[in-house]
C-alpha cells in the first residue's frame, strides 16, 4: 500500500511542476532558516554544561548597598573562597580566577621578543577539580600548584612553540618573570563563559599568597556537595561576611551581600553584570525562537493554500477512487503521503543547504556553528520528527478536504470547497502579517542602532586614540605624554582610569561638609587634561589645572581633592550647577571641593540611565593615554605616536583603539539581532510572495476564459491586473492593519531595555507596508501580464 502511495505521489508532484516547485523551494527555505535558527539557539543554551555536576557548581556575585541604592558586581574578594572551604561544610571544592586583562594587558616572551596577550588569568590550585577540561599535558592537581606555573591552551603553544610536547616544561617571561608551563588544556570551547590563552597559578599574585577581603576584583566559584540546602548555605555565607567584614560595614556604613548564580545561567543571565566573556540577552533566543516558528508556518501555508486551491482539479481522482473501493482513510493516507514525501525532499536539500550557508550565518550570530551536530542519533531523530510534523501539518488540512468528497458530484465536477477559500484568504493574511511584522521589527531595530550611533554622547569621541599601558609605565607616562604633543600627532593627550565609553570605578559620596546625602558614584581617574580632550561642556566653574592636588597628593597633606562632578551628580545633592562650586563633600578615600560641574555625558551602554559621575586628579591609577589627533588621515599621526612610544618602551607593542570603535562594540549584540532580523524578515517576504505566485497563477488559470472574454470586450491590462489583484490587496491591507499592531508591541518590548532611545517615528511601519506590498504589486503584475499575453481564440477554442 504505501509503495503505491508513493508511486502515486511522485506521479502527481511531477504532473504539477510549478507547484511542486514553489513547495519545495519554500519549504526548503524555511526548514534551513529554521535548522539554523534552532542550532544557534541549542549551542546559547548549552553554555557551561560540559562540566562533571554543572549544576551544583555557582559563582559569586556580590551587592553593595547605600542609602538604598544597590549595585552588583560579578567579582568578589580573594580570601571569599579559601574562608569558604575552610569553615562551610556545605562547600566541595571551589576556585577563584583574576582576569588581569581587566586591568592591562602582559608581556610574553618565550625567547623570540615581546608579545603582547590580553587573554590572560590567574587561577588558583583548584581550577581543574571545579571545571574538569581536558588537560594535554601535566596533572590536573599539580599543574597550578605552585607560584610561577602557568597552562597553556593547545592553540597557544603551537603558537608559541609549534606543538604541545615542545611546549611541556618551557620557560617563559610573563612581563620580565619567570613562568614555567606546568601544563597544556584543550582550547576553551566556544561555549564556556570563559576564553583565555593563558592560566597561570595565582600564587603568583600577591592576594593569591595572602587573600584578603578587599579590594573584589575577582571571580569567585563554589562546587557545592550533592543535595546542599541552597538557603542554608546562604546563611552561613552571610554569618562568614558579618564576621569578617561586619566591623568595616559598621564603620563606613554600608552594606554588601554574596550572591549565588549557577554557573549554567551565567551566558544568558544578568548583562549588566560584567563578565569574562559578553553574554547573550536570553530575550533574543526567545525572539529568533519564535521567527523560526514563524519560517517554518510560512513554508506550510504555502503548501496549504496551494493543495486547497486546486484540491477542484483532484475531484475527479477522488470521485474515481472512492467508486473503486477506496475508503477516506487510504486517501487521506494517499495525500498526506504526498506533503510527506515533499517535506522528505525539502528536509535533505535544507541539510546540504546547511552545509553552505551556515559558515556565513556563524559569522553574523558570532558563534561557531556546524550542520555535523544534526548527524547523529539525537539530531536524525530531530530531523525524523521535523519531517513527521511539518509534512503532517502541511497535508493534514488538504488532505481531510480532498477525502471528504463525495464521489458522484466529484466525478460531476460538482463539488464545492466548503471554507476552502476564507481559509486560504486567512492564511495569506497570516503570511503577510508575519512578513511585514518582521520587516517592521528589522526597522525599529536599525532606527535604536542608528540613534546609538548618532546621538550626541555629551563627549567627542572622533578622532580619540586609547593607547592602553601597563602599571610599570606610569613612571614614564607624563614625559611620554609631554612627547607626543611635541611631535605635534596629538592636538590634546589626557590620563585617564578608562576609556570614556565603560567607567568602572565605584564609589560612595557619603554625608559630610555642605552635603548630608550619601549615594553611589562612579570615579574617574584621570588628568588635567581629560575635559579639553573630550571636549566635555563645563556648566559651572574653572577645569583643573597643573596646580590641582591629585589624589595621592591630598593623601600626604590631609586636604581637600578639586573634583569635577556631572550634572547628574549635583542633582542628587539638591544644588545647581553654580549653586555647587566651592561646596564640599565627602567623596568617600577623601574630602572634596567642587571645582566645576560638567554636563552629563554617556560613560556607559545606552541600557542604563547616566549615573553621579565624579572626575579628579589620580594619575598614579590611570592606565589609558586619550589622545586627541589632528582631523585628517590618521596614519601619519599615529607613525608619530609610534614612534615615541618606541622611544619610552621598545620593548612593549604599540596598539590602539579608536573610541568611537570601542563604542560601537558596546552593541554588538544588538547589531547581531538587527542583521538576523533583516536575513529572515527578508526570506519570509521571499516564500510568501511565493506562495502569492502560485495563488495568483491558481487563480488566474481558474479565470482564464473570463479573463479572455473580458480582453475580446476592450479590457486593458490594467483592467485583467484589477481582476487578479483586487481581492489580494484587500487581504494585503488587513495584514497590514495587524502587522502594525504587532510593530508597536514590538517596538516597546524591545526598546524597554534602553534607558535612552529612539523616539516613535511611523516611518519603519510605512516603508515595510510600501517594501511588501510593492512586491507583492510585481508578483501579481508579472503573473497578470502572462495571462494577458494569451491569445483569446486559443484559450476560448479549448474551452
Known sequence: ?????????????????LYTGINLIGLTIA????????????HEWSYDKMYTDYDRIYKFNQEFVSQGESQLVSSTPSS??????EEVPEVETGTLVFDISIFSSVLVDAGEGNQEEESFAFADENYFKVFDFDLLAGNTTQVLAEPNQIVLTKSTAERYYGSVGEASGKVMKVDGEDYTVSGVMEDFPSNSHMVFDFLASFKSHRHGREPEWSPSNYYTYVKLKPDTDLPAFEAKVEEVKEKYLGKDLAEYGYKTSFHLQPVSQIHLGDQTLGSIKPGTDIRYLYIFGIVALLLIAIGI??????????????????????????????????????????TFAATVLSVLCLYLVLPKFSSIGGVPLSANALINPVGIGFLIGLIAIVGLLAGMYPSLILSGMEPIKALANKTKIGGGAWVRKSLVVFQFFVSIGLLIATFVVKSQLDYMQNVNLGY?????????????????????????????????????????????????????????????ITGYSTDEDIVQTLNLEILAGTDLNDNDYTRAEVSAREDLIPVILNESAVKEMGWTPEEAVGKTINFGFSNATIKAVVGDFYFNSMHSTIGPLG????????NVLLVKIPEGNPAASLASLEEVWKKFVPERPFNYRFVDQEYAKLYRSEERVGVIFTLFSGIAVMIACMGLFGLVSYVALRRTREISIRKVLGATQKDVISVLASDFFKLLMLASILAVGFGVWFSNTWLQSFANKVAFSPWPYIVAILLVLLLAALTIGYRSWKVFRLNPAETLKSE
Open 615 to 622: 572626575i579628579f586628579k589620580d594619575q598614579g591609577n590611570a
Open 460 to 520: 567627542d569621541r572622533e578622532q580619540v586614540v586609547a593607547l592602553t599601558y601597563h602599571y610599570s609605565m606610569r613612571k614614564v607616562a607624563e614625559t611620554m605624554k609631554s612627547e607626543m604633543l611635541r611631535s605635534g600627532a596629538a592636538n590634546s593627550i589626557a590620563l585617564a582610569g578608562d576609556m570614556p565609553v565603560h567607567i568602572k570605578a565605584g564609589y560612595t559620596i557619603f554625608p559630610g561638609g555642605d552635603n548630608q546625602r550619601e549615594f553611589m
Open 80 to 85: 571569599l573562597i579559601p574562608t569558604l572551604i
Open 1 to 17: 500500500m504505501w509503495k503505491n502511495y508513493l508511486k502515486i505521489s511522485l506521479r502527481n508532484l511531477r504532473k504539477r511542476k
Open 31 to 42: 526548514i534551513v532558516s529554521f535548522l539554523a535558527i534552532c542550532l544557534y539557539i541549542q
Open 301 to 342: 501555508i504555502n503548501y496549504v493554500n496551494l493543495a486547497t486551491a486546486e484540491a477542484t482539479e483532484r475531484n475527479k481522482e477522488v470521485g474515481l477512487r472512492k467508486a473503486m473501493g477506496a475508503g477516506r482513510s487510504q486517501l487521506f493516507g494517499q495525500f498526506v503521503s504526498e506533503s510527506m514525501l515533499l
